[in-house]
T-cell receptor, first 109, second 115 residues
Framework: QKEVEQNSGPLSVPEGAIASLNCTYS??????FFWYRQYSGKSPELIMS????GDKEDGRFTAQLNKASQYVSLLIRDSQPSDSATYLC?????????FGKGTMLLVSP | EAGVAQSPRYKIIEKRQSVAFWCNPI?????LYWYQQILGQGPKLLIQ????????DSQLPKDRFSAERLKGVDSTLKIQPAKLEDSAVYLC?????????????FGPGTRLTVT
């Protein structure tokens, strides 16, 4: 059974701070890693993808991958109240995408 | 570019009734997915189509759920008969291809309430 683990939160940070969201996965053969943002009552929205060890930056978002430790993270710099949402980590081995339960992020003004 | 379309957006039925959901993927996307998302959980894959063939339906409760993708474009997911535990959001997603680095994009979902 492939598992993706996330702390359910909520993770509370003040506006302007860095939010750090973490995810671990069980399948060593996993090749592709994705972060989705899901606002309450809405569907998941893809915000980042990463495939190689190291960091990948896109605007205020940085995804970090460490395959040896089976760990992937998402950093959000200069957090805004509009970033308040649930962040889902998703991991793919060969074909199927497995999602974690998500971490709720709350950014206070 | 139009996104993934789903209908209806909301549905309330009584247990033992049947219900059907419709999905139209992003134009040109060969792979279509149906997910079930229960409140507080991540999406769980029910079935994956590649064109009009089934790639993975290992988590589809086949005694009550069925899905089809005729002509490799639109898809329908049916539940018959519904149970209380089927109350969830049913999400359709699509991607250009299956596996690898292909990114999945979700539709708005259908919120099903079974009473």
């Amino acid at each position: 059974q492939k598992e993706v683990e996330q702390n359910s939160g909520p993770l509370s940070v003040p506006e302007g701070a860095i939010a750090s969201l973490n995810c671990t996965y069980s399948d060593r053969g996993s090749q592709s890693f994705f972060w989705y943002r899901q606002y309450s009552g809405k569907s998941p929205e893809l915000i980042m993808s990463i495939y190689s060890n190291g960091d990948k930056e896109d605007g205020r978002f940085t995804a970090q991958l460490n395959k040896a430790s089976q760990y992937v993270s998402l950093l959000i710099r200069d957090s805004q109240p509009s970033d308040s949402a649930t962040y889902l980590c998703a991991v793919r081995g060969y074909s199927t995408l497995t999602f974690g339960k998500g971490t709720m992020l709350l950014v206070s003004p | 570019e139009a996104g993934v379309a789903q209908s209806p957006r909301y549905k309330i039925i009584e247990k033992r009734q049947s219900v059907a959901f419709w999905c139209n993927p992003i134009s040109g996307h060969a792979t279509l997915y149906w997910y079930q998302q229960i409140l507080g959980q991540g999406p769980k894959l029910l079935i994956q189509f590649q064109n009009n063939g089934v790639v993975d339906d290992s988590q589809l409760p086949k005694d009550r759920f069925s899905a089809e993708r005729l002509k490799g474009v639109d898809s329908t997911l049916k539940i018959q008969p519904a149970k209380l535990e089927d109350s969830a959001v049913y999400l359709c997603a699509s991607s250009l291809g299956a596996g690898g680095r292909y990114e999945q994009y979700f539709g708005p979902g259908t919120r099903l309430t079974v009473t």
